[in-house]
């Protein structure tokens, strides 16, 4: 029987890998160029050089969890056939706590690999600094986007809206108005990733420096535990709180990025790639986004790491997690939450003639509504991505910049290296990254 399961999953994976070849085949032959490249020189730049497809592949579950759930807040589509859908992505929110989980790991790897592999040291000024100007970039656009609509279109006083701007460019709006930011509401949980961004340095130097690895662990999973336990004491369960926006709210799932982060430095190989992954990694998702009571909140932690074990370890969710246009949208989801929301919001007021009517059902009204958002929303954050953030993805792109700005008024013929911001031959974006 176990050879049976064994191979129908095995089967499954190459069956999925083999329709993914096909539709690639398929798309290059009409464009003449093969997609996975295409799809590979789209792909992010990583300041170390390491890209771990499987980790972007993740940001795609949270990010597209994040746009299912925030459709139906803003095209109200209600009726007997489609309440059992509203309950489905009732739970897309968690993709936030998803996300959370993401960070951790990824803040964490260099600190550890200096701690637990000897590799080279993190120099905190280069560490902040890549923050600056690679992720900044793409939020302060989406910030400044924003305003004169708030202005024009919602007819917001000009206080109200140079405060609000001002506390939302900073990311203090949560911890000055006790609310989510009334320029781009979802910026919260960028202000609680902010937050975590200064601490995880201390963080990551405290948690991987403590040996043996059983005893660091178990602290992990202590805190994991305490954490949950503290929060449902003393932090109240409403959205709007400078508590419940905080750090303070959901340091634990950094934390699992941290544990993650740990066994994938140090016991990667001794876990085993096997079928079971995938069986216990499907009944994890689905308590991730159906579960409802008190005990998520102290249990979700723990799921979504065994779930991200998964997503490395199961034959058949590596092998979607890995596959290109996952990964890709997945790489994107930055840019896709700075403007979700407001390409919802457009489709929202294009189709609200028709959604408010008395023609059609219900269910052909869900249909059209994710069937004009999702592609809306997904070609506005690559148009995002590939103009502003990955161009910025480039750590040199700023001395780059100030060389064509004071070159603006030489002669073409005196400029010998003009910038290509992002584009760049493979050569020299390895040696950018070494």
């Known amino acids: 029987m176990k050879s049976v399961v064994g191979s129908a999953f095995s089967s499954a994976s190459f069956g999925f890998k083999a329709i993914g070849d096909i539709w690639m085949k398929s798309f290059s032959s009409l464009v003449g160029v093969p997609l996975s490249d295409k799809l590979r020189g789209l792909r992010r730049i990583t300041t170390t050089g390491n890209y771990i497809p499987e980790i972007d592949g993740l940001r795609f579950v949270a990010i597209l969890s994040v746009v299912l759930f925030h459709v139906p807040g803003q095209i109200p589509l209600h009726g007997p056939n489609v309440n059992w859908f509203w309950y489905l992505v009732s739970n897309g929110k968690r993709g936030v706590e998803l996300f959370f989980t993401i960070s951790g790991f990824i803040l964490a790897f260099p600190f550890a690999s200096h701690v637990l592999r000897a590799s080279k040291a993190v120099s905190v000024r280069s560490y902040f600094l890549r923050r600056v100007t690679r992720l900044e970039p793409p939020y302060i656009l989406a910030i400044f986007i924003r305003l004169p609509l708030l202005l024009l279109v919602m007819h917001k006083p000009l206080r109200f809206v140079l405060i609000h701007g001002f506390a939302s460019l900073f990311y203090l709006h949560s911890l000055i108005f006790g609310t989510m930011s009334a320029v781009n509401p979802p910026a919260w949980s960028l202000e609680v990733e902010i937050q975590f961004y200064c601490l995880a340095p201390f963080f990551a130097w405290s948690y991987f420096e403590l040996r043996p690895k059983w005893l660091r662990r178990g602290v992990g999973v202590g805190f994991l535990v305490l954490a949950g336990v503290l929060q449902r004491i003393f932090i109240p369960e409403v959205v709007d709180s400078r508590l419940s926006l905080s750090i303070l709210n959901y340091v634990q799932y950094f934390f699992a990025g941290f ?67 996952v990964s890709l949208i997945g790489g994107m989801c930055y840019n896709i939450y700075l403007t979700h929301n407001l390409a919802i919001t457009g489709v929202a007021d294009v189709l609200h003639p028709w959604v408010s009517s008395a023609k059609g059902s219900s269910t052909s009204k869900a249909v059209l509504a994710y069937a004009v958002c999702l592609p809306a929303v997904f070609a506005i954050g690559l148009l995002l991505y590939v103009v502003v953030e990955r161009p910025c993805m480039d750590k040199g792109w700023p001395s780059k910049l100030i060389r064509w700005l004071r070159h603006r008024g030489t002669s073409p013929a005196e400029v010998t290296d003009p910038p290509q911001f992002g584009q760049q031959p493979l050569q020299e974006r390895l040696e950018l990254l070494s």
Not at 276 to 293: N, P, R, V
Not at 300 to 317: C, D, E, R, S
Request: with cysteine; glycine share 4%; hydrophobic share 55%.
């Open 259 to 325: 544990l993650l982060c740990d066994l994938y430095l140090t016991d990667w190989e001794t876990i085993p790639a096997h079928w079971t992954w995938d069986i216990l990694s499907t009944i994890l998702w689905c308590w991730i986004f159906l579960a409802y009571g008190w005990s998520v909140h102290l249990f979700l932690p723990f799921a979504v790491l065994l779930a991200y074990l998964g997503a490395f370890k199961g034959k058949l969710y590596r092998a979607f997690f890995r596959t290109p246009w």
